[in-house]
């Protein structure tokens, strides 16, 4: 079980990230801040990073999960949907693929990418030899961004403003798995994680960095869902190869001419 001092650290941090600058405290916090303060300066205190440490990796994102069911600067936009769909996969995987908000498939299986982009992702990592369970799979915005009462089945990318939102929540994903490289997948994803305007053609083919974890932008599953062109295919996996080259997993002489 977390201790309260833990919780109460990982919830300033979101306060923090999410843009909250002040708060009010009564005399009693105020007298235990204090106190933490001074044992911190003394060092007979585990200090806040430390503190962090102790909590187990799945500790951490159950906690997150909660805190996105709840995510007030996504709510108060009022430019998102209500379900909040969160992530799926390993805690410890190595390899965590960051797409841009749910669909109208996850939004019903309250699990992201579970649609037709997410069947595609599923194909890709099986062509990488990997499995979804094997990795860990997020969005960048947790919400479907809504396009008002007549939506169906429609969706949107997320704005900037909701990319902002929701930032917060897979920076503090990122900070708990540590994984040993992040697949952007999508501009929106790219913007969100790497805080640039540039598009994909602009990003893709080089390792650039968040939070100290190397990245890889490639396209959308959906953009390869409306462009079958083999130069784009060919693209994405030589995306996918360069990761897993950064993983140490072997490319087979096959692997290596799919989609010439
Ligand atoms: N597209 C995304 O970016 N994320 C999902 O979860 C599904 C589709």
């Known amino acids: 079980m977390p201790t ?11 306060m923090v990230e999410g843009g909250q600058e002040r708060l009010a405290v ?7 801040l204090r106190q933490w303060m001074q044992r911190a300066r003394l060092g007979t205190r585990p200090s806040a990073s430390a503190a962090e440490a102790e909590l187990s990796v799945e500790q951490k994102l159950d906690y997150l999960r909660q805190r996105a069911a709840d995510w007030k600067p996504a709510r108060q936009l009022g430019t998102l949907r209500e379900t909040m769909v969160f992530a799926v996969g390993n805690p410890r995987a190595r390899l965590m693929l960051v797409g841009e ?15 037709p982009a997410g069947q595609l992702l599923t194909r890709i990592l099986a062509a990488m030899g990997m499995q979804r369970s094997e990795v860990y799979i997020s969005n960048v915005c947790k919400f479907r961004p809504s396009m008002g009462d ?81 130069s784009a295919r060919r693209a994405l996996w030589e995306d996918m190869m360069a990761v897993m080259q950064h993983l140490g997993m072997p490319i087979s002489e096959k692997q290596q001419n799919y989609f010439r």
């Open 150 to 230: 007549n939506q169906g089945t429609g969706n949107r990318p997320p704005n900037a403003e909701e990319l902002a939102a929701c930032l917060p929540l897979i920076l503090a994903e990122i900070r708990a798995i540590r994984p040993a490289c992040i697949v952007c997948l999508g501009g929106s994803s790219a913007k969100g994680l790497l805080g640039t305007q540039e598009g994909v053609n602009a990003l893709r083919g080089k390792w650039l960095e968040c939070q100290s974890v190397p990245v890889r932008v490639t396209y959308h599953p959906s953009y390869l869902l409306r462009n079958e062109a083999l």
């Open 4 to 14: 309260l001092k833990q919780l109460a650290l990982e919830s300033l941090t979101h």
């Open 26 to 32: 009564d005399d009693e916090a105020r007298g235990i």
């Open 101 to 115: 908000a749910p669909g109208y498939e996850e939004e019903r299986q309250g699990e992201p990418f579970v649609g």
